[in-house]
Nanobody, 121 residues
């Protein structure tokens, strides 16, 4: 079993910054892709950014140039630095990780519990 614990959400004014963290713990043989989704009220969950174990990244067009995803493989942690935040970024942000528990086990996706990000003046 793997647990993903998120932190760093909160209330910020438009134009401000927040940094989200998501730490994976438990039975981990290997972590592959890690990333962040978000879900705004009344909208579908959307992929915000992902990062491979080798450091390759991909971003939603709506956050390119404003958000930066990174990871610390030694700490099994993924980060999302969010700058120039807009009211439309308001959402619950969920981290995920594609995890292999044992060398012989399949790769499964684990999710964090979600953290609220509110951008408002």
């Amino acid at each position: 079993q793997v647990q993903l614990v998120e932190s760093g959400g909160g209330l910020v004014q438009p134009g401000g910054s927040l940094r989200l963290s998501c730490a994976a713990s438990g039975s981990i043989f290997s972590l592959y892709v890690m990333g962040w989704y978000r879900q705004a009220p009344g909208k579908q969950r959307e992929l915000v950014a992902l990062i491979t174990s080798g450091g390759g990244t991909n971003y939603a067009d709506s956050v390119k140039g404003r958000f930066t995803i990174s990871r610390d493989n030694a700490k099994n942690t993924v980060y999302l630095q969010m700058n120039s935040l807009k009211p439309e970024d308001t959402a619950v942000f969920y981290c995920y990780a594609d995890v292999q528990y044992l060398a012989s086990s399949p790769i499964l996706r684990s999710w964090g519990q979600g953290t609220q990000v509110t951008v408002s003046s």
